[in-house]
């Protein structure tokens, strides 16, 4: 493991979500305005974003258990493992979402229904291609 | 930062790509075999994953630059900031793919087309939702 594998949160998410009881189980494009809130120092990567335009999020689960490998899956009660399901629960506990960008000012992007806990760390937003 | 953010490889990643030179622009789902290479001691993680299945993949794209925030586009040749663009070079270089699973023996997942080095980084699998 060089030093190289470590993350550097590129800002943080703002949620409706103060606890992981109330975050919903999915993302929902149709659900409350959350704001990926980019630091301050990096504003410039954000050239070329535009409202309407999808992205991807990529955020750190931080509250997650990660040495559980299988636990029973929230559709169909059966044991899966973790690399079969979304949970949070993973080894590396990033969440991936795909979501429209609803506004765009200074450095803080609007997406509608993320997941996710309020101040949850942001890692990565790429623009989202066809398929995903 | 807390240690919590550092990442562990779950495995790694087999292509026909020795230099960077050699690796292809983009995923390729009709491109040659990548392999998989899950950590022995994570395989139970793989339960409930099928050939066929489309999985989401990320990876850690090592040779990054990780303080570049702008770069001309490879498609408009416009200047754009990394958050608008596809490439390796970002503060968290976390690369994603999504592709069906051509085959499963034992911990290794057979995919089509992935467009990183030989002996990449794997950090996580999972099944892609509709729309991803």
Chains 1, 2 share one sequence.
Not at 66 to 94: D, H, K
């Amino acid at each position: 493991m060089t030093p190289q594998t470590t993350l550097k949160p590129i800002g943080e998410i703002v949620t409706p979500y103060k606890v992981l009881a109330d975050c919903p189980r999915n993302i929902d494009p149709n659900g409350p305005p959350c704001e990926l809130v980019l630091r301050g120092d990096l504003r410039d990567g954000l050239l070329g974003l535009a409202t309407g335009q999808r992205i991807l999020i990529l955020y750190w689960l931080e509250h997650a258990e990660r040495s559980v490998l299988r636990q029973n899956s929230r559709r169909t009660g059966e044991l899966a493992g973790v690399f079969a399901l979304r949970t949070p629960n993973r080894p590396n506990p990033i969440g991936v979402a795909v979501l429209p960008i609803e506004q765009i000012i200074d450095s803080v992007i609007t997406v509608r229904g993320l997941d996710c806990l309020d101040g949850t760390p942001l890692l990565d937003i790429k623009p989202a291609m066809s398929g995903e």
